[in-house]
């Protein structure tokens, strides 16, 4: 049983620029989340997709968006990056929100 | 803004002593969990602790809810060195989507 995988680790992309950002679920997990993660800051929630549906989105503009796909994988997209953008992203998974969720590594995104 | 406040914001104590972590919150909840995060890595799934639930025990750590208060403590006893990290509270809604909302975290730290 494999855990969550983020893709890539780290990026550097510059402002105006579009980027995504790839996720796989650990196995038998039908549910991901995206969070995004200031430096110093608790994650704070992107959205969340259920079978491939988005079914719940935290405040966050529509140039940030996602995709989950068949085998329970996710994208997320950022279009048009600001400086702002700089942050962890962490995909999360989860079998049901009323058990834990297991955490992939992250991604570091740089916008300069 | 976010739900969960975590108190201290930062604790530093010696090996084998026992820290305390307190997570405070808004709103009514289904559960809450508690996480670890490793120097700006993903995050680890500690315990999670249901609304009707006022103890829980994993382990070095224990959990407790008091939702009439909607505050809820991590205790880690006989503390380690690799126990230094941050911890967050994690409360969690079901609408629509399940969503983490985390505090801003206790950052731990472990003198040898």
């Known amino acids: 049983e494999t855990g969550v995988t983020q893709s890539p680790t780290h990026l550097i992309k510059t402002r105006g620029q579009q980027v995504t950002l790839r996720c796989s679920s650990q196995?038998?997990?039908?549910?991901v989340s995206w969070y995004q993660q200031a430096l110093g800051q608790g994650p704070q929630f992107i959205f969340q997709y259920y079978r491939e549906e988005e079914n719940g989105r935290g405040n966050f503009p529509p140039r940030f968006s996602g995709l989950q796909f068949p085998n329970y994988s996710s994208e997320l997209n950022v279009n048009a990056l600001e400086l702002d953008d700089s942050a962890l992203y962490l995909c999360a998974s989860s079998l049901s929100g009323a058990y834990g969720y297991t955490f992939g590594s992250g991604t570091r995104l740089t916008v300069v | 803004s976010q739900q969960g406040e975590e108190d201290p914001q930062a604790l530093s104590i010696q090996e084998g002593e026992n820290a305390t972590m307190n997570c405070s919150y808004k709103?009514?909840?289904?559960?809450l969990q508690w996480y670890r995060q490793n120097s700006g890595r993903g995050l680890v799934h500690l315990i999670l602790?249901?609304?009707?639930?006022r103890e829980k025990h994993s382990g070095r750590l224990r959990v407790t809810l008091d939702t009439s208060k909607k505050s809820s403590s991590l205790l880690i006893t006989a503390s380690r060195a690799a126990d230094t990290a941050s911890y967050f509270c994690a409360t969690v809604f079901f609408q629509g989507a399940q969503k983490l909302v985390f505090g801003q975290g206790t950052r731990l730290t472990i003198n040898p």
């Open positions: 196995s038998g997990h039908n549910t």
């Open positions: 709103t009514s909840i289904n559960n």
């Open positions: 602790i249901r609304s009707n639930e």
